[in-house]
């Protein structure tokens, strides 16, 4: 299986700064990954895919990069509406396997 | 648009069989991925399983042998069935509409099965 681990686990940040999430993979998913915001009783909700394509109707605040192993979420400026736990997930091989989650709290 | 609606039993005992079913509204049901996802109380998200475009299915290694994943396309429906539970099988279950470029686009609402003598 293809281990993702996700860095920070726990992000402390203020409205307004810019907050990366770094995913690794432990072999080579070319761009097979997204990110998914979930928030507190609600299922996740898919932010971008292939990497580096946002889904539509995703604010521009969100932006993926990197390939291969080593990955990016990065939030422009942070709104109140994205504290949330972020997960990277790669579907290059199965079984699809997500990361940890990271969680962005004030 | 798009709607996922899920159901199944909540409360299981130890060694009983975990059903749920998905259905699909307002959207083609050919030509997408079909998957179950769970989390467990508290925790990440872990996939289960997937049944593609093809009926090729696939799932995790970790549940396989106690795994089914069905497909019913005249009532637009997908389901799954998880057998010998155990407390570790207690989760939120989430079934998902996805493509070849995005694996989870549409997402039911979650069923929370709690696994309990």
């Known amino acids: 299986d293809i281990q993702m681990t996700q860095s920070p686990s726990t992000l402390s940040a203020s409205v307004g700064d810019r907050v990366t999430i770094t995913c690794r993979a432990s072999?080579?998913?070319?761009?097979?990954l997204a990110w998914y915001q979930q928030k507190p009783g609600k299922a996740p909700k898919v932010l971008i895919y292939?990497?580096?394509s946002s889904q539509t109707g995703v604010t521009s605040r969100f932006s993926g990069s990197g390939s291969g192993t080593e990955f990016t979420l990065t939030i422009s400026s942070l709104q109140p509406d994205d504290f949330a736990t972020y997960y990277c997930q790669q579907y290059k091989n199965y079984p699809w396997t997500f990361g940890q989650g990271t969680k962005v709290e004030i | 648009q798009v709607q996922l609606q899920q159901w199944g039993a909540g409360l299981l005992k130890p060694s009983e069989t975990l059903s749920l079913t998905c259905a699909v509204y307002?959207?083609?049901?050919?030509?997408?991925?079909w998957s179950w996802i769970r989390q467990p109380p508290g925790k990440g998200l872990e996939w289960i399983g997937a049944i593609n475009h093809s009926g090729t299915i696939n799932f995790n290694p970790s549940l396989k042998s106690r795994v089914t994943i069905s497909v019913d396309t005249s009532k637009n429906q997908f389901s799954l069935r998880l057998s010998s539970v155990t407390a570790a099988d207690t989760a939120v279950y989430y079934c998902t509409r996805g493509s070849l470029y995005i694996p989870s686009l549409d997402w039911g609402q979650g069923t929370l099965v709690t696994v309990s003598s």
């Open positions: 072999q080579s998913v070319n761009s097979w």
């Open positions: 307002g959207g083609s049901f050919s030509g997408y991925y």
């Open positions: 292939k990497a580096s």
